[in-house]
């Protein structure tokens, strides 16, 4: 796993201005948000990694880089409006100058497992952190499978379908299923895990990649356990009350862990398959 | 013919791994079936006579609902097991299960499967052994979307 970067330069703790790009609703509350600097940028970010987004005079929340590593443009952060400042900053129109601080955090390691094959297991918004480590290894050219099972509430809260279909034009294997759905539905209905019936794995090659609500990871992993993977080759995107990001303030702490530095990308197994589902302090 | 299906049987996952006896004794009740888009597998309230061992497509378990419809509460695809009611309860389909796209199956005669079981118990423990993992399997399915896991607050980021 790759070593945690942002927190140790001690710049970290002051926010950059970054403006509003564009904005782009992905479904009813959820948001992709586009930021450019202002003026300095921030450093380069690793798919897994998050920043800490300030909508002034509101607050300041951590929230996952969605775009893809490497791609020129605006920065893209996918959110979710589910509390004062998540709101603000989804609702922040064209132009809005942000504060960001970052990134932080451990990330999925694409170029650890380049030559491997890769299951991708995703629940709602959890589909975000992952997405740009999805660009990354859609792009791989004549090495590992790419399965990419994503779950959602309904079909009307499936976020990045438009990059499902790009993931699927370069040889990946995406399927979908959500929990329940209306009458005129043709896809699949039911827990995402259950989707793992229809895979042929080769657990010997197979790294797994988890994001979404801890109970959907949990279980996920115990599956995939059970179908043969070591669990040292599951890695699961594992959030708390990320504050400071720089492993200081100690919120966000999950045992010996302290998540915005040691994760929030983390491998399963040991002490992590037991802290999973524990409650923050 | 019955040699393939028995072949068939013996691969797929509800069954596979038990000694090949056990493949021939299920064969023997089984025929292979194929339907179309759309088609009824199995119809909710009618008896619950055959259960398929899908080979190929997805199915969808519906419920109607008065003024809603068709409502899809489960999709089963290739390798999955589909009908649980002929071993349980009233031995009548709970649901309907419809074609979402061409399906191929196994077919088997549930009632020619339990008179085997009742005959030969180690051959029935097998079979009971095999089924309830996955029933176990689709409880604890429905148990976490009940937990509406995707519901506001409950995702990353």
Same mark, same amino acid.
């Given at each position: 796993m790759p070593a945690?970067?942002?927190?140790?330069?001690?710049?970290?703790?002051?926010?950059?201005?970054?403006?509003?790009?564009?904005?782009?609703?992905?479904?009813?509350?959820?948001?992709?948000?586009?930021?450019?600097?202002?003026?300095?940028?921030?450093?380069?970010?690793r798919a897994g990694q998050?920043?800490?987004?300030?909508?002034?005079?509101?607050?300041?929340?951590?929230?996952?880089?969605?775009?893809t590593p490497?791609?020129?443009?605006?920065?893209?952060?996918?959110?979710?409006?589910?509390?004062?400042?998540?709101?603000?900053?989804?609702?922040?129109?064209?132009?809005?100058?942000?504060?960001?601080?970052?990134?932080?955090?451990t990330d999925w390691g694409v170029e650890d497992i380049a030559d491997r094959d890769v299951l991708v297991i995703a629940?709602?918004?959890?589909?975000?952190p992952l997405r740009g480590a999805i660009h990354q290894l859609s792009r791989r050219r004549g090495t590992g499978a790419l399965t990419v099972?994503?779950?959602?509430?309904?079909?009307?809260?499936?976020?990045?379908?438009?990059?499902?279909?790009?993931w699927?034009?370069r040889g990946a294997?995406?399927?979908?299923?959500?929990?329940?759905?209306?009458?005129?539905?043709?896809?699949?209905?039911?827990?995402?895990?259950?989707?793992?019936?229809?895979?042929?794995l080769d657990p010997q090659r197979t790294v797994a990649l988890l994001c979404?609500?801890?109970?959907?990871?949990?279980?996920?992993?115990?599956?995939l356990?059970?179908?043969?993977l070591d669990p040292g080759q599951i890695r699961v995107s594992?959030?708390?009350?990320?504050?400071?990001?720089?492993?200081?303030?100690?919120?966000?702490?999950?045992?010996?862990?302290?998540?915005?530095?040691?994760?929030?990308v983390v491998t399963y197994g040991?002490?992590?398959?037991?802290?999973?589902?524990?409650?923050?302090? | 013919?019955?040699?393939?299906?028995?072949?068939?049987?013996?691969?797929?996952?509800?069954?596979?791994?038990?000694?090949?006896?056990?493949?021939?004794?299920? #064969? %023997?009740?089984?025929?292979? $079936?194929?339907?179309?888009? *759309? =088609? !009824? /597998?199995?119809?909710?309230?009618?008896?619950?006579?055959?259960?398929?061992?899908?080979?190929?497509?997805?199915?969808?378990?519906?419920?109607?609902?008065?003024? #809603? %419809?068709?409502?899809?509460? $489960?999709?089963?695809?290739? *390798? =999955? !097991? /589909?009908?649980?009611?002929?071993?349980?309860?009233?031995?009548?389909?709970?649901?309907?299960?419809?074609?979402?796209?061409?399906?191929?199956?196994?077919?088997?005669?549930?009632?020619?499967?339990?008179?085997?079981?009742?005959? *030969?118990?180690?051959?029935?423990?097998?079979?009971?052994?095999?089924?309830?993992?996955?029933?176990?399997?689709?409880?604890?399915?429905?148990?976490?979307?009940?937990?509406?896991?995707?519901?506001?607050?409950?995702?990353?980021?």
């Amino acid at each position: 796993m790759p070593a945690a970067r942002g927190g140790a330069d001690g710049t970290s703790l002051y926010p950059l201005a970054y403006r509003v790009s564009w904005r782009r609703r992905e479904t009813a509350d959820v948001v992709t948000v586009a930021l450019e600097p202002v003026g300095s940028a921030a450093a380069a970010y690793r798919a897994g990694q998050f920043h800490m987004l300030t909508a002034f005079g509101v607050g300041e929340v951590a929230i996952s880089v969605s775009g893809t590593p490497g791609t020129p443009g605006p920065v893209e952060h996918t959110i979710r409006d589910v509390g004062a400042v998540s709101h603000a900053l989804s609702h922040a129109p064209e132009g809005t100058v942000l504060g960001l601080r970052g990134p932080f955090g451990t990330d999925w390691g694409v170029e650890d497992i380049a030559d491997r094959d890769v299951l991708v297991i995703a629940g709602g918004i959890g589909l975000a952190p992952l997405r740009g480590a999805i660009h990354q290894l859609s792009r791989r050219r004549g090495t590992g499978a790419l399965t990419v099972l994503v779950g959602a509430r309904g079909p009307e809260q499936l976020v990045f379908q438009t990059d499902m279909e790009q993931w699927r034009e370069r040889g990946a294997n995406v399927l979908c299923t959500v929990d329940a759905a209306a009458p005129g539905w043709r896809g699949d209905v039911g827990i995402v895990t259950t989707l793992l019936a229809r895979l042929t794995l080769d657990p010997q090659r197979t790294v797994a990649l988890l994001c979404g609500p801890e109970v959907m990871m949990r279980f996920a992993a115990a599956d995939l356990v059970d179908l043969g993977l070591d669990p040292g080759q599951i890695r699961v995107s594992l959030e708390r009350n990320m504050q400071c990001g720089a492993g200081i303030c100690g919120h966000c702490q999950l045992g010996p862990l302290l998540l915005c530095r040691d994760g929030p990308v983390v491998t399963y197994g040991g002490a992590v398959a037991d802290l999973l589902g524990q409650q923050e302090r | 013919m019955i040699e393939g299906i028995a072949e068939i049987v013996a691969d797929h996952p509800l069954f596979r791994g038990l000694p090949a006896d056990v493949a021939e004794l299920v #064969a %023997g009740c089984a025929r292979n $079936e194929a339907f179309a888009v *759309d =088609e !009824l /597998l199995i119809a909710e309230g009618a008896p619950a006579e055959t259960f398929h061992l899908l080979r190929r497509g997805r199915v969808a378990l519906e419920i109607r609902k008065p003024g #809603a %419809g068709q409502l899809v509460i $489960e999709t089963l695809g290739p *390798d =999955e !097991l /589909l009908g649980l009611s002929w071993l349980f309860g009233s031995k009548r389909w709970h649901t309907d299960a419809r074609a979402l796209e061409p399906v191929g199956t196994v077919a088997v005669d549930a009632e020619c499967l339990l008179r085997k079981a009742d005959a *030969d118990p180690v051959f029935g423990y097998a079979l009971m052994k095999r089924v309830a993992p996955v029933m176990v399997s689709r409880l604890q399915a429905t148990r976490l979307r009940l937990l509406d896991l995707y519901g506001n607050g409950a995702d990353n980021s």
